[in-house]
């Protein structure tokens, strides 16, 4: 009986030695399994970033969707893919994939903000305002989304809080370039073109290659009658974009006032050369053609 019983015990643990070795390939087998998807995960996600970095959105949409077949409830790869069918063109598809994300990861902000600048874009203000807004309540320190949801407001002509958010933005990143210039053109619709001179002077300062800065301090410049002031700020634009026509009329404008009329001349002979073919430049033509005294065009 004794030896009955060992054996039998001895088929027993068999038995289930057996079963935990054939336990154990399976998990060692599965955890292979998923570290080979996590590493091809992450080379797919690596290769589509890299190629979204080259502008090449064909390509990068085609490494995501490898990312997604491995792993179809990754919220990251549906945002990149918003990303990549944005930049083709795809808006609708772009939409529904950061929507997708969101579905996915309800805490996921930037969908939200990659659908607030879609809808912008689009000009759906509404919709941007909703999405910043979510953004916010997820991540309230966000200056950026602060920055955006402040031009969706301005769009929908709610001009206070526009500025309050630009105001939230830059007390939050006080090198926002957006925000002061956004904040700038609010002061000037106001009238209050010192408050907007003074926030265009420090983002030239920030960031000194930008053209279009320089352009809008030197107008501000020439609504306070500092023409030497708009005449060294909009020599700065167009050195900096030499296809700037608007730059050259102001800056002409801005010679003739000081009395220079041989570089107003030239400055406006420059901007008429470049504009006779643009819409919209008819009236700045034609001051710009008879301060010259003849059709040239």
């Given at each position: 009986?004794?030896?009955?019983?060992?054996?039998?015990?001895?088929?027993?643990?068999?038995?289930?030695?057996?079963?935990?070795?054939?336990?154990?390939?399976?998990?060692?087998?599965?955890?292979?399994?998923?570290?080979?998807?996590?590493?091809?995960?992450?080379?797919?996600?690596?290769?589509?970033?890299?190629?979204?970095?080259?502008?090449?959105?064909?390509?990068?949409?085609?490494?995501?969707?490898?990312?997604?077949?491995?792993?179809?409830?990754?919220?990251?790869?549906?945002?990149?893919?918003?990303?990549?069918?944005?930049?083709?063109?795809?808006?609708?598809?772009?939409?529904?994939?950061?929507?997708?994300?969101?579905?996915?990861?309800?805490?996921?902000?930037?969908?939200?903000?990659?659908?607030?600048?879609?809808?912008?874009?689009?000009?759906?203000?509404?919709?941007?305002?909703?999405?910043?807004?979510?953004?916010?309540?997820?991540?309230?320190?966000?200056?950026?989304?602060?920055?955006?949801?402040?031009?969706?407001?301005?769009?929908?002509?709610?001009?206070?809080?526009?500025?309050?958010?630009?105001?939230?933005?830059?007390?939050?990143?006080?090198?926002?370039?957006?925000?002061?210039?956004?904040l700038a053109v609010i002061f000037s619709d106001q009238g209050k073109n010192r408050e907007a001179a003074n926030l265009l002077r420090e983002a030239t300062q920030l960031d000194p290659n930008n053209a279009s800065l320089f352009h809008n301090y030197g107008l501000t410049l020439l609504n306070l009658n500092d023409y030497d002031g708009a005449v060294q700020a909009l020599s700065r634009s167009i050195a900096?974009?030499?296809?700037?026509?608007?730059?050259?009329?102001?800056?002409?404008?801005?010679?003739?006032?000081?009395?220079?009329?041989?570089?107003?001349?030239?400055?406006?002979?420059?901007?008429?050369?470049?504009?006779?073919?643009?819409?919209?430049?008819?009236?700045?033509?034609?001051?710009?053609?008879?301060?010259?005294?003849?059709?040239?065009?």
């Amino acid at each position: 009986m004794d030896v009955f019983r060992a054996a039998a015990w001895a088929t027993i643990v068999a038995l289930l030695i057996g079963i935990l070795t054939l336990v154990y390939q399976i998990w060692r087998d599965y955890r292979t399994t998923l570290d080979n998807v996590a590493r091809a995960v992450s080379t797919f996600s690596e290769e589509g970033h890299t190629l979204l970095l080259r502008r090449d959105y064909e390509g990068a949409l085609a490494a995501y969707r490898r990312v997604l077949e491995l792993d179809p409830q990754s919220a990251v790869a549906h945002k990149n893919m918003g990303n990549a069918l944005w930049e083709l063109g795809r808006h609708d598809e772009s939409i529904a994939e950061h929507k997708t994300a969101i579905s996915l990861d309800p805490t996921y902000v930037e969908p939200h903000i990659y659908l607030g600048n879609a809808y912008s874009l689009l000009n759906r203000w509404t919709e941007a305002v909703a999405e910043y807004q979510q953004a916010l309540l997820l991540r309230p320190q966000d200056a950026y989304a602060h920055c955006f949801l402040a031009f969706s407001l301005k769009e929908l002509g709610d001009t206070q809080r526009a500025m309050t958010e630009f105001e939230t933005s830059l007390a939050l990143n006080p090198k926002s370039i957006d925000a002061r210039s956004g904040l700038a053109v609010i002061f000037s619709d106001q009238g209050k073109n010192r408050e907007a001179a003074n926030l265009l002077r420090e983002a030239t300062q920030l960031d000194p290659n930008n053209a279009s800065l320089f352009h809008n301090y030197g107008l501000t410049l020439l609504n306070l009658n500092d023409y030497d002031g708009a005449v060294q700020a909009l020599s700065r634009s167009i050195a900096l974009n030499p296809k700037d026509y608007l730059s050259k009329y102001y800056l002409g404008v801005s010679y003739s006032h000081l009395g220079k009329c041989d570089e107003a001349r030239s400055a406006l002979a420059s901007y008429v050369r470049m504009a006779s073919d643009v819409g919209g430049e008819e009236s700045r033509l034609a001051d710009a053609r008879k301060f010259l005294g003849s059709d040239e065009g």
